[in-house]
């Protein structure tokens, strides 16, 4: 198992400086539609916690922690923002054509796992791989 613990600027160069370095960790994952899945949920809740949690604040930080193995990834991304409700979120998804909103979509759908925390502005993600092989 590797993990990685960092804390960022809410800027989109360190989502894509932390995005190639976990790339390079990628590789000990089987298929590509696993590395795929993994990238893009990470990718995903960054961009979120920066583009929506810190409001492109450069002077905000986001915390991240990470742990990949074979068979899972575990993600931890928390922003310094106000959060968001969760609960009602997403719940009707993007009204077309909207340049954005389907961040939750795209976490349901690849996640095997999601949690946020009261405040909304913690994401905790599990990602199984191979499910459909263990079945």
């Known amino acids: ?76 991304v928390e922003d310094e923002g106000d959060g968001f409700d969760w609960q009602a979120a997403g719940q009707g998804g993007p009204q077309e054509p909207a340049p954005s909103g389907r961040g939750l979509e795209i976490l349901r759908k690849y996640a095997t796992r999601i949690w946020f925390n009261d405040k909304g502005n913690e994401t905790r993600i599990v990602k199984r791989f191979n499910e459909a092989e263990k079945r």
């Open 1 to 76: 198992m590797t993990e990685i613990c960092r804390t960022l600027p809410a800027t989109v160069e360190a989502v894509e400086a932390l995005s190639v370095e976990f790339r390079a960790l990628c590789g000990c994952l089987a298929s590509e539609s696993d590395r795929f899945a993994a990238e893009l949920l990470l990718r995903e809740v960054l961009m979120n916690a920066v583009v929506h949690g810190s409001r492109g604040d450069a002077t905000k930080q986001v915390r991240c922690e990470l742990c990949i193995s074979p068979d899972e990834l575990r993600i931890a």
